[in-house]
């Protein structure tokens, strides 16, 4: 028995972003907040963005980290409250979206995100309308129930899931991941694969997410590269920004496993950019998951559809991507204590890991960190 559910509205093309004002008229607002990533505001697309509303957007929140911080969320609600906006515009990679999704649904309330914040607290159902413009070909933010928030004074990063967090609206417009940097290329591109391979192989997988995972993997491994080396090339822009639509829709119903759970103390711990610390244990975990099933299973097939020979040749593929696009392969450079393995260890059994089709264990993921000092 499946499932499928996906109510955002997806707009894509060169120029959608155009389209804002009267998407927010269409959907009976008046008086929105744009919530920026902080590059853009000073890039000056912001104010091209807020100038081009007609007057729909009345004010900007931008004071946003890369890893988005519950008291950040918590002022922007404040804002919302404050000039009673009545809808939400996100623009930026994840991190803007997350920040929106979250300051949506909890500006209803007096409450602080970090009553909801892995606490186990459903967040309230009511919220503003959102419509997302994703800057980066990545996270998939744009299509999904999730918000990743960080809190650095209780130590801890991991998502909330609520299906208020649903944007009502995506403008995916390519013309906007124009200008992103090769490193940020490669680091949001991987996060793609991880999303897609990950929805794949969770315990959570159904068809429709499994053949959307399949169509993101086979354009990463097209096109990353040639994003990343020529970021001119606008096919491969328009189709990496593609492949991060598609493979938002292939995780948000399955979820995301190994390789996201490790990332968030990888993140918090070590401060590795989110995506290059989710690429950083997937070839691992595809051995692992591929040693659990005979040769003829569906992860094996998977990587065959692709055009490997199993999942054991996909994994050295994809190793081999992250050493041509520079992204890290192991731990090296930070000299890892014994004690310091042993957080990582402790510290990486997040309650995604419960999605991967392994039971990953404190020994395996030792073997794991240890091959990467």
Not at 182 to 198: F, K, N, Q, R
Not at 210 to 217: E, M, N, P, R
């Amino acid at each position: 028995m499946w499932e499928y559910l996906q109510p955002v509205t997806i707009r894509f093309g060169e120029g959608v972003v155009g389209e804002l004002q009267k998407a927010a008229e269409s959907l009976g607002c008046k008086r929105g907040l744009l919530v920026s990533d902080p590059f853009f505001m000073k890039s000056g697309l912001a104010d091209r963005i807020l100038e081009s509303s007609g007057g729909v957007l009345v004010g900007a929140y931008s004071e946003i980290s890369p890893n988005p911080e519950t008291v950040e969320v918590d002022a922007c609600a404040v804002k919302i409250r404050a000039e009673k906006i009545d809808f939400l515009v996100a623009l930026g990679g994840g991190s803007a979206l997350d920040c929106a999704k979250a300051a949506g649904s909890i500006c209803f309330t007096e409450d602080s995100i970090r009553k909801y914040h892995g606490t186990g607290v459903a967040m309230p159902q009511e919220h503003l309308p959102l419509i997302a413009i994703p800057t980066t070909a990545g996270t998939g933010s744009e299509v999904t129930c999730v918000s990743v928030l960080s809190d650095h004074e209780l130590g801890k990063k991991g998502p909330i899931v609520s299906n208020a967090f649903y944007p009502a609206l995506a403008l995916v417009d390519p013309e906007l991941t124009y200008t992103l940097p090769p490193y940020m290329t490669a680091s949001t591109g991987i996060d793609v694969l991880c999303h897609a391979v990950e929805g794949f192989w969770s315990k959570g997988h159904q068809p429709i997410c499994d053949a959307l995972a399949l169509h993101a993997s086979k354009i990463v491994f097209q096109y990353l590269r040639t994003a990343c080396k020529e970021p001119d090339n606008k096919e491969a822009r328009a189709k990496m920004a593609e492949a991060s639509v598609i493979a938002g829709l292939a995780f948000t119903l399955p979820k995301t496993t190994s390789s996201h759970a490790c990332s968030f103390p990888l993140t918090n711990l070590f401060h590795i950019p989110h995506g290059e610390a989710c690429g950083l244990t997937l070839d691992f975990f595809a051995r692992v998951n591929a040693d659990a099933e005979p040769k003829d299973g569906r992860i094996h097939n998977f990587a065959r559809e692709l055009g490997f020979q199993d999942m054991y040749d996909m994994a050295d593929a994809i190793l081999q991507l992250k050493k041509d696009l520079g992204l890290r392969t192991d731990l090296k450079d930070f000299h890892l204590t014994d004690e310091q393995v042993a957080e990582l260890v402790k510290t990486s059994h997040h309650p995604n890991m419960l999605n991967n089709p392994v039971d990953i264990t404190d020994e395996i993921l030792d073997k794991m960190y240890q091959s990467m000092r």
